[in-house]
């Protein structure tokens, strides 16, 4: 039985499937066509061999890619960092501290307010081809923050994470034991609910691998499944905890030792690569072709904060891990769709496959290479997600949102 409408993508010069049995980790398909049943893929294959459908869009050569999965980023937040960046950029060092200034205006904003700029991100994002993005809580700090933080990024996205381990706040400056009492006491009881997803800043100046484990430990223990942002600012304790704990992700891994490497491959652990960070704080990118090397999975999102990385494309990310992480154009396109989904332990996203959600970018592009090869340059013509298809498309829109028998 068909779950909606039918449309069919013709003209696609090159196909990104992410399925290795088309050959290569990319599963590339040239003059290709793919059939849409509602929300999921129902069809992928040469244009010449394709079904019919319900609705027809002939995207005329264009390279059509797998919906972006960026599997960390900050939406819920509150204020403006321009000032600090400014400073960055006029040679002060980035300090993991910063983040109290948005915890202080994030406090003060409304739920509405909240919302509304979370929202603004992830059509940001949306028209970028993001179509799924995890969000983290951790700029209230307190236990109606953080709640009411996840409350609404999970009205935005299933990936929410608890990220009350974020920083310390400065009214437990003198009591740090005190907040990862409260972090894996009261806060997470109020949080769990809202959240699929626990995760902590394991960093010099933040917290450190006792206070770490507890509170993935404690996150665990209320079926919440562990992340962590891991040695991004210097060499620790994070990946190890990652590996020890079976936690989806590592996130940052900048600073790492042999031993780090071996961890993450042994463990599966998927080592998810920020760049975006390194750009915005001039720091030193992390060694992407080490990982590879080693057979560790590796994702790349965007980390869209205000304060270390204010940007939410994952075009851009791609563009940086090429030009200066050594990455291949098609690594870091896999590892920005497979790789984010594998972060985020979904098999549904990150590849277009038969019963996939039906979640693809078409570029104004013939080939998913010009996401490197032409930075900053808006190629995203537009998107499908769950089958729904973005403004730029919209005759096929108009038809999703009528009644079906009546499209016809
Ligand atoms: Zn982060």
């Known amino acids: 039985m068909p779950d909606g409408p039918t449309t069919l993508i013709t003209g696609i010069g ?10 290569g980790p990319l599963g590339l398909l040239t003059d290709a066509a793919i059939v849409l049943d509602g929300a999921h893929v129902a069809w992928v294959g040469p244009a010449d061999r394709a079904p019919d459908a319900d609705t027809r869009l002939d995207v005329e050569g264009a390279a059509v890619v797998p919906g972006f999965v960026d599997s960390h980023a900050h939406l819920v937040f509150a204020g403006d960092r321009a000032a600090e960046f400014a400073a960055r950029m006029s040679g002060q060092p980035y300090a993991a501290g910063g983040i109290r200034t948005t915890v202080a205006a994030t406090r003060a904003a409304t739920d509405d307010e909240l919302r509304a700029r979370a929202l603004r991100l992830v059509t940001e994002m949306l028209g970028q081809g993001t179509t799924t993005v995890e969000i983290k809580s951790g700029y209230g700090l307190t236990v109606r923050d953080e709640a009411r933080s996840l409350a609404i990024a999970a009205g935005l996205t299933p990936e929410t994470t608890y990220l009350g381990a974020h920083v310390v706040p400065p009214e437990f400056a003198d009591d740090p034991a005190g907040y990862v009492d409260l972090v894996t006491g009261a806060m997470l009881d109020a949080c769990a609910p809202y959240a699929r997803w626990v995760d902590v800043f394991c960093e010099r100046g933040a917290f450190d691998a006792d206070a770490a484990r507890a509170v993935l430990t404690a996150g665990t223990a209320r079926g919440l499944a562990p992340r962590i942002h891991a040695n991004q600012l210097g060499p620790g304790p994070g990946v190890q905890l990652a590996a020890e704990l079976g936690a989806a992700a590592a ?13 993450l491959a042994d463990a599966g652990v998927v080592a998810t690569l920020l760049p975006g960070v390194e ?7 992390p060694d992407a072709r080490r990982l590879l090397d080693a057979g560790v999975t590796v994702a790349l999102a965007t980390d869209c904060n205000p304060g270390s990385c204010y940007t939410s494309s994952m075009p851009l990310c791609i563009a940086l891990a090429v030009r200066e992480m050594l990455m291949t154009p098609g690594e870091a396109l896999w590892s920005a769709t497979l790789g984010g989904a594998k972060a985020l332990r979904r098999t549904d ?4 496959t038969v019963g996939a959600r039906a979640d693809l970018v078409v570029l104004d592009a013939p080939s998913h290479v010009h996401l490197a090869y032409r930075p900053g340059v808006p190629l995203v013509r537009g998107t499908f997600r769950a089958g729904q298809a973005s403004a730029a498309f919209s005759a096929l829109a108009s038809a999703f949102g009528s009644d079906p028998e009546e499209s016809r």
């Open 251 to 263: 996130d940052h891994c900048t600073f790492l030792t042999d031993a780090d490497v071996a961890a």
């Open 14 to 23: 090159e196909l990104v499937t992410n399925d290795p049995s088309h050959g």
């Open 279 to 285: 750009f915005s704080t001039r720091s030193p990118y």
């Open 349 to 352: 996203i990150g590849h277009l």
